[in-house]
């Protein structure tokens, strides 16, 4: 308890002690951070779902065709070589490929964790993280089954990127709300100031003077007039 209201002392009398200009600054500059910061936040987490959700469309895409390519009699005959084909194709990628009726694979050795029930026939498709890789398994209707696993290197290096430039566009509109708020601040506090300045001169030298008012004026209406 002393603690919190020695804390809530320091900052009541900080509140005092500061300028009004200096407490107009921050609040501004605090609330264009929120603002900032949460638009930041959302555009990071749209881009990089739909970079991801785009990689899990291309991979589906490959495991369709590759499947369809099961029933064709070339492959059967060498399924090997049309897996290093495919692969040819997609040097960033690893395949394995489970033909109608063998149970053992072909192609790359990948780790199967909840893919098994795609394998097994149990489940249509999965797709999950695996280190710097995504992982998809499809069953196809022909009983083949095929597993991809895409290199995100790229990816993430692209989403890595777009986190720091976001960061550094956020840290530059804190910077230039700061500027504001205080460039705002002096022009509407101006008028604050001068009589600031008077009280003041009157209470140091006790000598009462006359201030210049400005008003604006406007020309009356001819209604007013009448």
Same mark, same amino acid.
């Given at each position: 308890?002393?603690?919190?209201?020695?804390?809530?002392?320091?900052?009541?009398?900080?509140?005092?002690?500061?300028?009004?200009?200096?407490?107009?600054?921050?609040?501004?500059?605090?609330?264009?951070?929120?603002?900032?910061?949460?638009?930041?936040?959302?555009?990071?987490?749209?881009?990089?779902?739909?970079?991801?959700?785009?990689?899990?469309?291309?991979?589906?895409?490959?495991?369709?065709?590759?499947?369809?390519?099961?029933?064709?009699?070339?492959?059967?005959?060498?399924?090997?070589?049309?897996?290093?084909?495919?692969?040819?194709?997609?040097?960033?990628?690893?395949?394995?490929?489970?033909?109608?009726?063998?149970?053992?694979?072909?192609?790359?050795?990948?780790?199967?964790?909840?893919?098994?029930?795609?394998?097994?026939?149990?489940?249509?498709?999965?797709?999950?993280?695996?280190?710097?890789?995504?992982? *998809?398994?499809?069953? /196809?209707?022909?009983? @083949?089954?095929?597993?991809?696993?895409?290199?995100? #290197? &790229?990816?993430? $290096?692209? =989403?890595?990127?777009?986190?720091?430039?976001?960061?550094? *566009?956020?840290?530059? /509109?804190?910077?230039? @709300?700061?500027?504001?708020?205080?460039?705002?601040? #002096? &022009?509407?506090? $101006?008028? =604050?100031?001068?009589?600031?300045?008077?009280?003041?001169?009157?209470?140091?030298?006790?000598?009462?003077?006359?201030?210049?008012?400005?008003?604006?004026?406007? #020309?009356?209406?001819? $209604?007013?007039?009448?």
């Amino acid at each position: 308890m002393i603690l919190r209201r020695g804390s809530a002392r320091q900052r009541s009398e900080w509140g005092r002690r500061a300028p009004l200009r200096w407490q107009l600054s921050l609040v501004t500059a605090l609330m264009v951070a929120i603002a900032v910061g949460l638009m930041t936040v959302v555009t990071y987490w749209v881009v990089s779902t739909a970079l991801t959700r785009n990689v899990d469309v291309a991979l589906k895409e490959k495991a369709e065709s590759l499947i369809a390519e099961t029933v064709d009699p070339s492959f059967l005959r060498d399924p090997a070589a049309e897996v290093t084909a495919f692969k040819s194709y997609n040097p960033d990628m690893r395949a394995m490929v489970y033909v109608p009726g063998s149970p053992n694979p072909v192609g790359d050795s990948i780790q199967l964790v909840s893919e098994i029930p795609v394998v097994q026939g149990e489940q249509e498709l999965s797709i999950r993280n695996a280190g710097e890789e995504r992982v *998809i398994a499809l069953h /196809g209707s022909t009983g @083949a089954t095929v597993v991809l696993a895409q290199d995100m #290197s &790229t990816t993430h $290096r692209i =989403i890595s990127n777009l986190g720091m430039v976001l960061l550094l *566009i956020s840290v530059a /509109g804190v910077l230039m @709300a700061i500027a504001t708020g205080i460039v705002v601040a #002096s &022009t509407g506090l $101006r008028p =604050i100031a001068r009589l600031q300045q008077a009280v003041n001169y009157v209470a140091r030298t006790d000598e009462l003077r006359p201030m210049a008012v400005c008003l604006l004026y406007t #020309s009356p209406s001819p $209604r007013d007039a009448t």
